[in-house]
């Protein structure tokens, strides 16, 4: 099985994530592509997303119908920072014949330098990069510094071809905050469920 691991804080989840698993589960012939929410993004430690019974329900809605896309709730149960090395580890246990696709969005990737264990993350899943507006996905700073020829040819072959979406969860919740709409930018089952459950309105919303 080819299975693609797609993590983000997903608060909330909009088209861009939704086009970005697709574009990669046709292009690199994925059977199927896991969404991972984070308990805590390491490198957004101070973000305060939505609490996780919404993101995931969030998550759960905007992917309904789509037989290849899963939600996996397993950094969320694990807690603390969802180092993504651990989580391909984990992944790698639950299905161990399967062969890992790590999708990250080019503003991620410009900072994959940072990440923990970069060259074991890179020997457990291949790393497929999209474009995002802002961000050149080849600019690889430092990173020739640390990863191997080998590694880096196989990431520049996974470049996913996806028009660029300018759309991001942080204006989303600052849309919802001024009370403008995001309708076409959600799914609308997931605008529904933001209304009906008032989420980023109420300090409630953001508690686990
Ligand atoms: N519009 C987009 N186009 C391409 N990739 C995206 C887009 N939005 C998010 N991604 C990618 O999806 C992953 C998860 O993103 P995340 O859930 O943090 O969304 P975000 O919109 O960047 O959130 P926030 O605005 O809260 O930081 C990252 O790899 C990110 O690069
Ligand atoms: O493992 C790391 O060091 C690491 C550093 C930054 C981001 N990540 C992961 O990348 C995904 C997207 O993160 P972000 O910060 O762009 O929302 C999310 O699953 C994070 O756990 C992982």
Known sequence: MRLGIYGG????????????????????????????PAAVSPLKQDANPASNAHRVAMLELAIAGNQAFKVSPI????????????????????????????LVGADSFAG?????????????????????????????????????????IQIKEHFVEMPLIGLSSTDIRQRIADGRSIRYMVPRSVEKYIET????????????
């Not at 950094?75 to 790590?102: C, K, W």
């Not at 459950?197 to 686990?208: D, L």
């Open 9 to 36: 804080s997903f608060s909330p989840i909009h088209h861009g994530h939704l086009l970005l698993a697709e574009s990669c589960r046709e292009q690199c012939q994925l059977d199927e592509v896991w969404f991972l």
């Open 112 to 152: 994959f330098y940072h990440w923990r264990a970069i060259n074991e993350i890179c020997e457990l899943a291949t790393i497929c990069t999209v474009g995002r507006p802002g961000s050149d996905l080849n600019d690889w700073g430092r990173l020739p510094e640390v990863l191997t020829d080998d590694q880096m």
């Open 197 to 208: 459950q008032h989420v980023f309105r109420s300090q409630e919303s953001h508690v686990s």
């Open 75 to 102: 950094e969320l149960e694990r807690g603390g920072i969802s180092y993504t090395v651990d989580t391909l580890r984990e992944v790698q246990q639950i299905v161990p014949h399967a062969q890992l696709f790590l």
